[in-house]
Each structure stands twice: as C-alpha cells, then as structure tokens.
C-alpha cells in the first residue's frame, strides 16, 4: 500500500513520565478547563497516563507502559512522506482520541471517513501482530505490559500485577 509505520514515542525514562502526569498534562487539563477542581484533573490525567511509583520493588512489579519498554505511540505515513490523517494530533486528550471515535459519533466528511479508515487499518496492522490498543488513544499501542495483560489475558513479562481495572 506505499505506507509505513512511523514513531512517535517509545521507551520513556521514569523522570519524564512523572513530568508529564504530575505537572504538564495537570497544567494543560487546569488551562483548558478553568471551572474544574483539582479531583477532576487528577482523574482526567489518569486516564491518559500512569504515574511512576517512587518506590524501586513497586515500580519492578508495575512500572507505566512506556517506562517498561513494552508500548510503542505511532501512526502509519507514506513512504518517506507525511502522515496520514487520523482526525486529532498525537497525545491528544480529548474523546476524539479514541481508536474508535468515529464509530461512536458519526462521520461528516471526507477529512473524518478517511481518519477513521486510516485508524481502522492502524489497529488492524498492529492487533494481528499481538499487539494490545489502548482504548483512549489510537497512536498507543502495547506489547508486554500491563495493558497487553488486562486486554489479552497474557501475564506482562516483567512481572504480574493485576491492571488497575482488573482490582477487586
């Protein structure tokens, strides 16, 4: 088809992630939405990334996805040239992240029926090699981690802990 896959992201160092969820996305998502409380952004930035514990044997067991070495954050372009159109930027933190966005709420145009063909063929490309999507975001993909566990039933090579949604 003349595409390839392109990265945006891969392994990420603890300092960085933590950078990101304790003060970049919080001061992006208090920017964004004035009238919301501190709970509410806590809550919001959870659902798009993972803190890194300070404790070393809790990191072992459950380090975030990225830091683990087991998730990839990527798009498909053609050969050598730009990428192709998925509807939002990578790492947005809106709905319209979600893999299957447009499924959910409709397509208007050209623009959104070729961001949801381009998705679709995304996640299938990567889902029939084992990998695991996340649900909010349609660039992350997973291969190892906790996500790939809690969506395919396999054990995260890195050590077992239940993902967070799996805790009774």
Do not use: C, K
């Not at 050209?110 to 995304?122: C, H, I, K, P, V």
């Not at 889902?127 to 395919?152: I, K, M, V």
């Amino acid at each position: 088809m003349g595409l390839e896959l392109y990265l945006f992201d891969a392994y990420r160092p603890i300092e960085v992630q933590n950078y990101f969820f304790r003060e970049w996305v919080p001061y992006f998502l208090s920017r964004e939405n004035p009238n919301r409380d501190d709970a509410w952004v806590r809550a919001e930035t959870s659902r798009y990334w993972t803190e890194a514990s300070d404790d070393p044997s809790s990191l072992l067991q459950a380090p975030p996805p990225h830091s683990s070495g087991g998730a990839v954050d990527l798009t498909m372009r053609r050969l050598g040239g730009y990428p192709r159109e998925m509807g939002t930027m990578f790492d947005d933190i809106t709905e319209r992240s979600w893999p299957n966005y447009f499924e959910l709420h409709g397509t208007v145009g050209f623009t959104e029926r070729e961001a949801m063909f381009n998705r679709r063929l995304l996640f299938h490309v990567m889902t029939e090699e084992g990998f695991a999507y996340h649900p909010l975001e349609w660039w992350h993909f997973s291969y190892g981690d906790r996500l790939w566990n809690a969506l395919n039933n396999h054990q995260a090579f890195y050590g077992y802990l239940p993902f967070p949604s799996q805790a009774g």
